[in-house]
């Protein structure tokens, strides 16, 4: 059977696809689109070897893994029916087995005297393997039962504990006609009671429904769109602020941020078919996520642009881009760190696809270090070299013998991750560790406040900590907001292939190259034009207006080409007499400006504590806009609709369908799929896509 039909069967064309774009060849290509980690049992993988049985026809799953992944599907048929949940290959929905492959490659084939020799060169930067599973029982025991539980198909309670095996068994293809949803319990979730008569996450006609009102304060625990999930995961309370008027507060002052992770998370969600809590939605990272047109700055840090739009009623919105230079450091120190606790097993596949991603930037004389964490920490590898396509090669074989279990001991990796990059700082170079993790932290420091105080020790060591989110179910956003904010860091959400592609892939340099942090906005109006405004977004980013000159005060980073986008509602004045105040003791008084207002920025440079501050003044209050704030719109009022907010009626919503059909080819070219997205959050009702969503398929 040929190489290409056996992608073709498996579903796996987009993973080939996109690995061989990044440079990869044909036949490691081929390797890393049908074989995951994490889902085997060997110390070394070679990419030859997986090769050469795929070139003979033969499954690579040695007898072992085999059988059980026999006993797998027969225990996941029994509730579901004659085809196995998660199975997403279309062409074989009876998953007949044929007998078991007669070889085994991995740790039993012995390398050949040229593979020798680069393993000999790894020698002493790769680390070796951690211990068996079975000594990790004891703490094990000890771990959140979702989240500690070990691979053991016979113990799996009716299909649900056992991980998938193969890369087949759930294709990330967002447009595929074979996708189906993942099962709601698997190796991370074992501990969970199974519901009663639980209906087919496959029926396209289940209803979904909302989970208990939100609590006053704290995290947020939701319940996914299925009756049969049991969700944990955790976002900061969003609570909308109303409008300002500029008698009382001229200046409005906020962290700026580059972060897009909210958007990933929504995207998520609507292609896994779960409900969207209000506290999801962050607009600034839904704005953010969206491709404008802008000019990058000359000599300056940043280039900053406004345009402000008619929207009748006394009403304008302001649109302010805060774009940052690109600049690129000429030599990488990577440190990756990887969580491969329980819950992790279903992120196995984008995980794999950001590490080839990240390794395919590396340029030759780069470092990189991967250190993993479950029940304890590893370093996998240490402070390597990359000189040449071979070297890569052997990193990815090293990572397909990583093994996903255990606990998630975060703080421990965390803490040996910044002591490598540390031991290896390179002067003049980019210095970064590169989290990747669903949040769940459960051993060691686990809470917001100890982690603030880990990362803000850490990052005095002069490292930049990024955090690339994944996971369903189990997301602990509210930590990795932490771990981020204080990192002096950028957050990606990434769940699926085209994530990768878009937060990873086209965004890397932005991703590890931080030109600029602790970056603040400030507005100030002028009163005698304005007469309020409002805000859009950025609730956990506000501000006092004394924060914005006190350097004390931290802020968040932009990384090389990122830029930051602000939208305002305002309500101008009517005439040009500026209101009383309203105080006993005290009047307004004005200069007379015709100005609108002052866009101010202050930021620092990487390793320096003294800021710089350079500001941008609103000349005018006349409408001149480009599609640049029709997108904006756009996606401000698709927000407010997932949030199922008041703020927005059928005069905003029009008025965005208009903006949508206004739009110009090139920024409809830049953002074409996510387009088609907001195009159908916009046809849908309030009741269809607010605080719940009940609707069991999306047109997109």
Same mark, same amino acid.
């Given at each position: 059977?040929?190489?290409e039909?056996?992608i073709?069967?498996?579903?796996?064309?987009?993973? &080939?696809? &996109?690995?061989?774009?990044?440079?990869?060849?044909?036949?490691?290509?081929? !390797?890393?689109?049908?074989?995951?980690?994490?889902?085997?049992?060997?110390?070394?993988?070679?990419?030859?070897?997986l090769?050469?049985?795929?070139?003979?026809?033969?499954?690579y799953?040695?007898?072992?893994?085999w059988?059980?992944?026999?006993?797998?599907?027969?225990?996941?048929?029994?509730? &579901?029916?004659?085809?196995?949940?998660?199975?997403?290959?279309?062409?074989?929905?009876?998953a007949? #087995?044929?007998?078991?492959?007669?070889?085994?490659?991995?740790?039993?084939?012995?390398?050949?005297?040229?593979?020798?020799?680069?393993?000999?060169?790894?020698?002493?930067?790769?680390?070796?393997?951690?211990?068996?599973?079975?000594?990790?029982?004891?703490?094990?025991?000890?771990c959140?039962?979702?989240?500690?539980?070990?691979?053991?198909?016979?113990?799996?309670?009716?299909?649900?504990?056992?991980?998938?095996l193969?890369?087949?068994?759930?294709?990330?293809?967002?447009?595929?006609?074979?996708?189906?949803?993942?099962?709601? #319990?698997t190796?991370?979730?074992?501990?969970?009671p199974?519901?009663a008569?639980?209906?087919?996450?496959?029926?396209?006609?289940a209803?979904?429904?909302?989970?208990?009102?939100?609590?006053?304060?704290?995290?947020?625990?939701?319940?996914?769109?299925?009756?049969?999930?049991?969700?944990?995961?955790?976002?900061?309370?969003?609570?909308?602020?109303?409008?300002?008027?500029?008698?009382?507060?001229?200046?409005?002052?906020?962290?700026?941020t580059?972060?897009?992770?909210?958007?990933?998370?929504?995207?998520n969600?609507?292609?896994?078919?779960r409900?969207?809590?209000?506290?999801m939605?962050?607009i600034?990272?839904?704005?953010?996520?969206?491709?404008?047109?802008?000019?990058?700055?000359?000599?300056e840090?940043?280039?900053?642009?406004?345009?402000?739009?008619?929207?009748?009623?006394?009403?304008?919105y302001?649109?302010i881009?805060?774009?940052?230079?690109e600049?690129?450091?000429?030599? *990488?120190?990577i440190?990756?760190?990887?969580?491969v606790?329980?819950s992790?097993?279903?992120?196995?596949?984008?995980? *794999?696809?950001?590490?080839?991603?990240?390794?395919?930037?590396?340029?030759?004389?780069?470092?990189?270090?991967?250190?993993?964490?479950?029940?304890?920490?590893?370093?996998e590898?240490?402070?390597?070299?990359?000189?040449?396509?071979e070297?890569?090669?052997?990193?990815?074989?090293?990572?397909?013998?990583?093994?996903?279990?255990?606990?998630?001991?975060?703080?421990?990796?965390?803490?040996?991750?910044?002591?490598?990059g540390?031991?290896?700082?390179?002067?003049?170079?980019?210095?970064?560790?590169?989290?990747?993790?669903?949040?769940?932290?459960?051993?060691?420091?686990t809470d917001?406040?100890?982690l603030?105080?880990?990362i803000?020790?850490?990052?005095?060591?002069?490292?930049?900590?990024?955090?690339?989110?994944?996971?369903?179910?189990?997301?602990?956003?509210?930590?990795l907001?932490?771990?981020?904010?204080?990192?002096n860091?950028?957050?990606?959400?990434?769940?699926s292939?085209?994530?990768?592609?878009?937060?990873?892939?086209?965004?890397?340099?932005?991703?590890?190259?931080?030109?600029?942090?602790d970056?603040?906005?400030?507005?100030?109006?002028?009163?005698?034009i304005?007469?309020?405004?409002?805000?859009?977004?950025?609730?956990?980013?506000t501000?006092?207006?004394?924060?914005?000159?006190?350097?004390?005060?931290?802020?968040?980073?932009?990384?090389?080409?990122?830029?930051g986008?602000?939208? &305002?509602e305002?309500?101008?004045k009517?005439?040009?007499?500026? !209101?009383?105040?309203?105080?006993?003791?005290?009047?307004?008084?004005?200069?007379?400006?015709?100005e609108?207002?002052?866009?101010?920025?202050?930021?620092?440079?990487?390793?320096?504590?003294?800021?710089?501050?350079?500001?941008?003044?609103?000349?005018s209050?006349?409408?001149?806009?480009?599609?640049?704030?029709?997108?904006? #719109?756009?996606v401000?009022?698709?927000?407010?609709?997932?949030?199922?907010?008041?703020?927005?009626?059928?005069?905003?919503?029009?008025?965005?369908?208009?903006?949508?059909?206004?739009?110009?080819?090139?920024?409809?070219?830049?953002?074409?799929?996510?387009? #088609?997205?907001?195009?159908?959050?916009?046809?849908?009702?309030?009741?269809?896509?607010?605080i719940?969503?009940?609707?069991?398929?999306?047109?997109?």
């Amino acid at each position: 059977m040929r190489i290409e039909q056996i992608i073709q069967e498996k579903g796996r064309e987009q993973f &080939y696809n &996109y690995y061989k774009s990044l440079g990869y060849d044909h036949k490691t290509a081929a !390797a890393l689109a049908l074989f995951t980690y994490g889902r085997y049992r060997f110390d070394k993988f070679s990419i030859d070897g997986l090769y050469e049985a795929l070139c003979r026809g033969e499954e690579y799953l040695p007898p072992e893994i085999w059988d059980a992944r026999k006993h797998m599907v027969n225990q996941m048929r029994r509730p &579901y029916g004659s085809r196995p949940l998660g199975y997403a290959s279309s062409a074989n929905t009876s998953a007949s #087995f044929p007998a078991p492959p007669s070889i085994k490659i991995g740790a039993a084939a012995a390398p050949g005297k040229k593979e020798r020799g680069i393993f000999s060169k790894l020698a002493s930067s790769i680390k070796s393997k951690a211990p068996e599973r079975s000594s990790f029982a004891a703490e094990d025991a000890d771990c959140d039962g979702y989240d500690g539980a070990s691979f053991s198909a016979s113990a799996a309670p009716m299909g649900y504990g056992a991980p998938p095996l193969m890369s087949e068994s759930f294709s990330m293809a967002e447009d595929s006609a074979s996708y189906m949803p993942a099962p709601p #319990f698997t190796a991370g979730y074992s501990a969970f009671p199974m519901p009663a008569q639980a209906p087919s996450m496959m029926n396209s006609s289940a209803s979904f429904y909302s989970a208990p009102p939100t609590p006053a304060g704290g995290p947020v625990p939701l319940d996914p769109a299925g009756a049969m999930g049991y969700a944990t995961d955790e976002y900061e309370q969003i609570e909308e602020k109303d409008a300002r008027t500029t008698i009382a507060e001229p200046t409005s002052t906020f962290r700026m941020t580059t972060n897009t992770a909210s958007a990933g998370v929504i995207l998520n969600q609507l292609r896994n078919e779960r409900r969207i809590d209000k506290s999801m939605v962050r607009i600034e990272e839904m704005l953010n996520y969206f491709r404008y047109e802008s000019t990058l700055p000359g000599d300056e840090m940043f280039n900053l642009s406004y345009e402000l739009m008619d929207a009748g009623d006394r009403k304008k919105y302001l649109y302010i881009n805060v774009q940052g230079r690109e600049e690129v450091k000429d030599r *990488q120190n990577i440190i990756i760190l990887l969580d491969v606790s329980g819950s992790m097993d279903e992120n196995a596949e984008q995980t *794999q696809a950001i590490i080839a991603t990240i390794l395919s930037k590396l340029g030759n004389g780069d470092k990189l270090s991967l250190v993993t964490y479950s029940t304890r920490d590893h370093v996998e590898i240490e402070a390597f070299t990359v000189n040449g396509y071979e070297d890569r090669i052997r990193i990815l074989e090293k990572l397909l013998s990583i093994e996903i279990n255990g606990c998630t001991y975060g703080s421990a990796g965390i803490e040996t991750a910044y002591k490598i990059g540390k031991k290896n700082y390179i002067e003049d170079g980019n210095n970064q560790v590169i989290l990747i993790t669903d949040g769940d932290l459960n051993f060691g420091i686990t809470d917001k406040g100890g982690l603030e105080e880990l990362i803000e020790q850490k990052k005095k060591d002069h490292l930049f900590l990024s955090v690339i989110g994944t996971g369903l179910y189990n997301y602990k956003d509210d930590k990795l907001e932490v771990l981020c904010k204080h990192g002096n860091g950028v957050y990606r959400t990434v769940n699926s292939l085209t994530d990768v592609r878009k937060s990873i892939d086209e965004e890397y340099s932005s991703l590890v190259n931080i030109i600029a942090k602790d970056v603040k906005a400030q507005v100030e109006f002028n009163p005698e034009i304005v007469e309020s405004y409002r805000l859009l977004g950025f609730e956990n980013r506000t501000l006092a207006r004394e924060d914005f000159t006190n350097d004390k005060v931290i802020s968040e980073p932009f990384g090389s080409g990122g830029y930051g986008v602000a939208l &305002y509602e305002l309500t101008m004045k009517t005439d040009a007499v500026p !209101a009383e105040s309203g105080l006993k003791y005290s009047r307004l008084v004005t200069t007379g400006s015709k100005e609108a207002g002052t866009i101010k920025v202050r930021y620092k440079e990487p390793l320096a504590e003294v800021s710089h501050e350079i500001e941008k003044i609103i000349t005018s209050a006349e409408a001149s806009f480009t599609d640049n704030l029709r997108l904006a #719109f756009i996606v401000y009022v698709c927000a407010e609709k997932l949030r199922g907010s008041d703020r927005i009626g059928s005069g905003e919503i029009a008025l965005a369908k208009q903006l949508y059909a206004e739009l110009g080819n090139s920024i409809r070219e830049k953002n074409s799929a996510d387009l #088609f997205k907001l195009a159908g959050i916009l046809e849908k009702s309030e009741s269809e896509l607010g605080i719940g969503i009940r609707e069991s398929r999306f047109p997109w």
